[in-house]
């Protein structure tokens, strides 16, 4: 999938692909949803993520948390409170150890409320893209507290781009299912 350029395309982006990782979630049964992952060493990458996320909770909390990341930064920054994207203390070096803070502080979030929790915030930010015009989301610098890059970047990294890494990360999850039966048969 291209990467958005306008709003339309944002908002079509955020919402199909969210669609998408929701229908792939639902095609698997309940105890398939429930089962903690078993990613094969060998078979992961480098990225934190894949040692951190135990299950498909831990991924749409995540999901939820980077939401609540890019909701709470915009309206702050629209009421006049200069606010940056990362809480302090974190940066983009650091935001790693913010991740597993999120991950820690939802370990006793069930997977039903998980679940509601991502709907309720994707829908608030397909809200908040929606009030803003093309330019204020795709125009660099057009806002001061987006830096060199657009609005529209920020939501794109955190709905659509963001739910392609869920995506892929739960098709794995199916895949070893997957395997898992053929060599218990």
């Known amino acids: 999938m291209a990467r958005p350029k306008t709003k339309e395309e944002l908002i079509h982006a955020a919402n199909s692909q969210y669609e998408k990782l929701f229908t792939l979630i639902h ?5 398939q949803q429930l089962a903690p992952f078993d990613f094969n060493e060998s078979s992961l990458g480098k990225e934190a993520h894949w040692m951190r996320d135990k299950n498909i909770r831990d991924v749409i909390i995540h999901l939820y948390e980077w939401h609540q990341l890019v909701i709470q930064w915009i309206t702050s920054n629209l009421k006049g409170e200069t606010k940056s994207f990362l809480p302090k203390p974190y940066n983009w070096k650091t935001y790693g150890v913010m991740n597993i803070e999120f991950f820690n502080k939802h370990q006793g979030t069930s997977y039903e409320l998980s679940k509601e929790l ?5 829908t608030k930010v397909v809200e908040l893209i929606n009030s803003f015009t093309n330019e204020e989301l795709f125009v660099k610098q057009h806002f001061s507290w987006t830096g060199t890059t657009t609005l529209g970047s920020y939501c794109v990294s955190s709905t659509s781009s963001h739910y392609d890494w869920a995506i892929k990360k739960v098709k794995k999850h199916i895949k070893n299912i997957e395997k898992k039966k053929e060599y218990s048969v």
């Open 27 to 31: 095609s698997m049964s309940d105890v």
């Open 118 to 122: 991502l709907q309720e915030s994707h």
